[in-house]
């Protein structure tokens, strides 16, 4: 069935899904990997390993002891050599975990499949296992699954769209898992009591329709019911994948500014964040492996690899074949959204989807001009912004204006510079915007937090 | 390994300032050729001498404010040919000098080049010159002499169709579609503007919101308030065939003739002048048709296009405010928190 609600906005770019008949291929064989103690949105983990600790797959390196954060445990087998502090992706430090790999790949003996008889015990496990939102967003998912009793959803939403240009992880994930998903997606509907489930797919991928609508009727010749699991085609426009825009496509909700699905009642999860869910019952191996894209013009063998996190990038690239030029521009995550990387040791975390190896034809960088009024960053703005006028009031760093703006609503999908013929840097410059915005709301509260105690310690304050 | 660090998205639309801009030269040539068609040798020479001048003035300027080069934008190639589309063929040349410099150094260069000019400048500098030589810009002619006639002041002079509606010299509707008529260069030819407006949609470069909503308003207003209107028929009564057709004759007769469609489609829509949103798009054209109705009728000017599109020019920054909408998701009860 298709979808009838279409939100205003979006772009076309070039889908270049150039990897999405390659079957993924496992990788093995890296000499170190480098576990950051914070893969998630949240506070990070405490390490719990020292140098010269011996690990296995799946052996708890960093433990969840504050409220919203996931524990992480070693991808690889082999020795702790340094417990130390780097500077992340997105140049924060971090601590992280060097781990020198014995080349054996034990897994740890206590990783077996998990017992599950209550809604705390699923909460627990999800937890225990290391999961966060595999789409990008990496946000727990244990908090996603529990939300407060007043706020239950009543459809769980699929995110099946992958608009990102290049990335073709989450279609792979279908084509060669699709039990595991559809087990994914059952267990959630049952522990939540979760009546509708609706996977979305973008109509520019039929196969994953069919691929979806043939495992749904396996599953009523083994069981005899029809789950409530719907399969609907997309329109296929960035971003349509974006929370707000896919709830709002399948089910004509809007999100308001500032809340979450969950205050809709809905839940939107990512395909391979239910594919994991479905494994983890099955094997009970915690998040160690990430199935991702390389792609780029400067790569010899784009595909899909399923690597262990904290692998480093350059030894990704190294083993999936390396570089037939050099290297422009290497991209984490897509090329929409993802961000651009000046070092290319991190290693990578458990929300990276893809990695961008450009090399020259792809790498251009059009100098900016100025704006023309053209108003097409309007036009493909899904959030319904004006995203020149923003632009502008962050370049005269003017807090109010800003406001008056809108600022805070911008999801940073990048449609808008991507749309803009004068080339101008829309969506770093309304980044810039929200800092200032914060900043300015602190220090209003600050003032306003001061003058209410000077007005109660002396009344009489001279005014 | 040198890499290239910055900010998403990394993957750009094709289209550019001189792209768009190139569009709007080509989607003007099929008017241009037809100008010249009509109106000889000299209309070549009055575009070329316009679009040079512009070029050259903006090249002057950015020179001596000591800013970058932006005649390759194009933009100036532009107002360029807007503005002879908007001249009479027998104006004397330094006119035409002296338009281009108003439009290129006082109204655009002035007030920070590209983008920032908050009147459009072939239009300002067609008013300006309509109160500065007004003679010179409202003699007309129609192509009577030989092709080649380089001559500005032996030429016939003739009323414009729209000083002539309802008398007997008035040209049929079929001239004034395909251009047979008197007027300034590039408006005569209701065709070939059609022509490039239907390119223009076709290329994305311009949407439809403001040619259909000044056209429309327009031709509404005609329909119920004009000479011969709905309300009030000059034969009696709207039960012939022939006050019907005496009805919409009226309109598309005020439709072919002036400015309107080359205003509407090329004019009201510059980026640079008009409101950002669809809701403020349309209340910009229904602001035009409005104005280029009163003046056409009520006015003591034939011609209201450009006053029209130059007061909602300076109207736009306050239909941008009152049109801003509402994020995504905002509804009424939040809006305030
Ligand atoms: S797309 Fe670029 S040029 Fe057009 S209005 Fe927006 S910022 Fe200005
Ligand atoms: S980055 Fe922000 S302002 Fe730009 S299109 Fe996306 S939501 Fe709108």
């Known amino acids: 069935m298709r979808s009838l609600h279409a939100f205003a906005g979006g772009v076309h770019p070039l889908g270049n899904k150039n990897t999405d008949v390659l079957p993924s291929i496992h990788l093995h064989g890296f000499p170190e990997v480098e576990l950051l103690m914070q893969q998630h949105i949240g506070p990070p983990c405490t390490c719990v390993v020292k ?104 459809t769980l939403i699929v995110n099946a ?88 496509t399948l089910t004509g909700r809007k999100v308001p500014p500032g809340k979450l699905p969950i205050d809709v009642h809905t839940l939107v999860m990512n395909v391979s964040t239910l594919r994991f869910i479905g494994l983890y019952l099955k094997e009970g191996v915690p998040l160690t492996r990430k199935r991702m894209t390389l792609d780029g013009s400067a790569l010899n063998t784009p595909g899909n690899f399923i690597v262990p996190i904290g692998a480093r990038i350059q030894d990704i690239i190294a083993a999936a074949g390396g570089t037939r030029e050099e290297p422009k521009k290497i991209i ?103 800092v200032m915005v914060r900043a300015e709301r602190a220090r209003a509260k600050q003032e306003e937090a001061l003058r209410a105690s000077s007005e109660q310690k002396g009344g009489s304050a001279p005014s | 390994m040198k890499l290239q660090v910055s900010h998403s998205p990394h993957v750009r639309d094709k289209a550019t300032t001189s792209s768009i801009m190139r569009d709007v030269i080509i989607a003007l040539l099929p008017a241009t050729f037809a100008g010249w068609y009509y109106f000889g040798v000299r209309a070549v020479f ?86 500065a030589f007004p003679k010179a810009m409202t003699s007309w002619t129609l192509h009577t002499g030989s092709w080649f006639s380089m001559k500005s002041v032996d030429a016939v002079s003739s009323a414009t169709p729209l000083t002539m509606v309802g008398t007997k010299e008035a040209p049929s509707l079929w001239d004034l579609f395909i251009g047979n008529k008197a007027g300034c260069i590039g408006e005569v030819c209701i065709l070939a503007l ?76 510059d980026y640079v002048t008009s409101p950002l949103t669809v809701k403020g798009k349309l209340l910009f054209g229904f602001g035009c048709g409005v104005l280029t109705f009163l003046i056409r009728y009520y006015g003591n000017m034939a011609e209201g296009v450009s006053f029209s599109i130059i007061l909602m020019n300076i109207l736009t920054p306050h239909i941008d405010d009152w049109t801003m909408g509402k994020p995504f998701g905002e509804v009424k009860e939040n809006a305030k928190a």
């Open chain 1, 161 to 248: 769209a992958e608009c990102e240009p290049y990335i073709t992880a989450d279609y792979r994930q279908i084509c060669e898992h699709p039990d595991d998903i559809i087990d994914g997606i059952i267990e959630v509907m049952k522990w939540l009591e979760i009546p509708k489930t609706i996977i979305g797919v973008e109509d520019n991928k039929p196969l994953v329709t069919r691929i979806f609508s043939h495992e749904l009727k396996k599953r009523v010749f083994k069981t005899g019911r029809h789950p409530d699991i719907e399969v609907r085609t997309l329109k296929t426009i960035y971003p349509q994948g974006a929370e707000k825009m896919l709830i709002y």
């Open chain 2, 46 to 131: 009055v575009t070329l001498l316009s679009i040079v001048s512009c070029i050259g003035f903006e090249y002057i300027c950015r020179k001596i404010m000591k800013r970058n080069n932006t005649i390759t934008d194009l933009s100036a190639a532009v107002t360029g040919l807007l503005l002879a589309m908007n001249l009479p063929v027998t104006i004397p040349f330094y006119m035409v000098i002296i338009g281009a410099c108003f439009a290129i150094v006082v109204v655009k260069q002035m007030f920070g080049g590209i983008g920032n000019n908050f009147v459009n400048p072939a239009i300002a500098a067609r008013i300006f010159l309509v109160i």
């Open chain 1, 332 to 434: 984490m995550g897509g090329a929409m959204m993802g961000v651009a990387l000046d070092r290319i040791d991190h290693g990578i975390i458990k929300a990276n989807n893809a990695i961008l190896v450009f090399g020259s034809e792809e790498t251009t960088l059009p100098p900016e001009s100025p704006c023309i009024r053209c108003a097409r960053c309007v036009a493909s703005c899904p959030m319904d912004l004006i995203p020149c006028g923003i632009d502008k009031a962050s370049r005269l760093r003017d807090p109010a204006m800003l406001e008056k703006y809108h600022v805070m609503d911008c999801i940073e999908c990048g449609c808008c510079t991507y749309a803009c013929p004068s080339k101008r840097f829309l969506t770093q410059s309304i980044k810039n915007g929200k």
């Open chain 1, 51 to 154: 140098p010269g600790d011996h690990v296995d797959v799946g052996t708890l390196v960093g433990r969840a002891d504050k409220p919203m954060s996931v524990p992480i445990h070693s991808s690889i087998s082999g020795t702790v050599k340094e417990v130390h502090y780097v500077v992340s992706a997105n140049g924060a430090p971090v601590e992280a975990v060097r781990i020198e790999s014995d080349f054996k790949h034990s897994i740890n003996p206590f990783c077996r499949p998990p017992k599950i008889e209550s809604f705390e015990d699923f909460i627990q496990m999800i937890r225990d296992s290391g999961l966060v939102g595999l789409g990008g967003a990496a946000f727990p998912t244990y908090i996603k699954l529990n939300p407060p009793k007043n706020k239950m959803p009543d």
């Open chain 2, 194 to 269: 059609l022509i490039g407006g239907l390119y223009l949609l076709i290329r994305h470069v311009i949407r439809p919101w403001i040619p259909a909503a000044y056209i429309g308003t327009f031709l509404i207003l005609v329909l119920l308030f004009g000479h011969t209107n709905l309300l009030h028929a000059p034969s009696g009564d709207y039960t012939t065939l022939q006050a019907w057709t005496d009805l919409f004759y009226e309109a598309c007769y005020m439709l072919c003739s002036g400015g309107l469609v080359l205003g509407a489609i090329f004019m009201a829509t």
